[in-house]
Nanobody, 122 residues
Framework: QVQLVESGGGLVQAGGSLRLSCAAS????????MGWFRQAPGKEREFVAA????????FYADSVKGRFTISRDNAKNTVYLQMSSLKPEDTAVYYC???????????????WGQGTQVTVSS
């Protein structure tokens, strides 16, 4: 079992930056593909970014490509999402998740955090 706890959300002006962190419990963090998803009010949860077990490959939604960077530190059991050039449409609750396979589909992720709110003001 993996427990995930996100942090780093908050209120930021458009064009600003935030870094989200997700701390994982357990000794098997490096065996999981990690992902970030987000859900805005009235919308479905959507994929943001994912990173493979070693961190050698990463994947991004088109809407965040070039602005967001996912990374992980397996020694610290933590995955990060560096968000830059933020836009009001990035406002959402951001969730980290863990999967046993390489995927960007929410249905394939086995463990989820509780989420952290990101609000971007115009």
């Amino acid at each position: 079992q993996v427990q995930l706890v996100e942090s780093g959300g908050g209120l930021v002006q458009a064009g600003g930056s935030l870094r989200l962190s997700c701390a994982a419990s357990g000794r098997t963090f490096s065996s999981y593909v990690m992902g970030w998803f987000r859900q805005a009010p009235g919308k479905e949860r959507e994929f943001v970014a994912a990173i493979t077990r070693s961190g050698g490959s990463s994947f991004y939604a088109d809407s965040v490509k070039g602005r967001f960077t996912i990374s992980r530190d397996n020694a610290k059991n933590t995955v990060y999402l560096q968000m830059s050039s933020l836009k009001p449409e990035d406002t959402a609750v951001y969730y980290c998740a863990a999967a046993r396979i390489i995927t960007i589909q929410a249905m394939d992720f086995d463990y989820w955090g509780q989420g952290t709110q990101v609000t971007v003001s115009s």
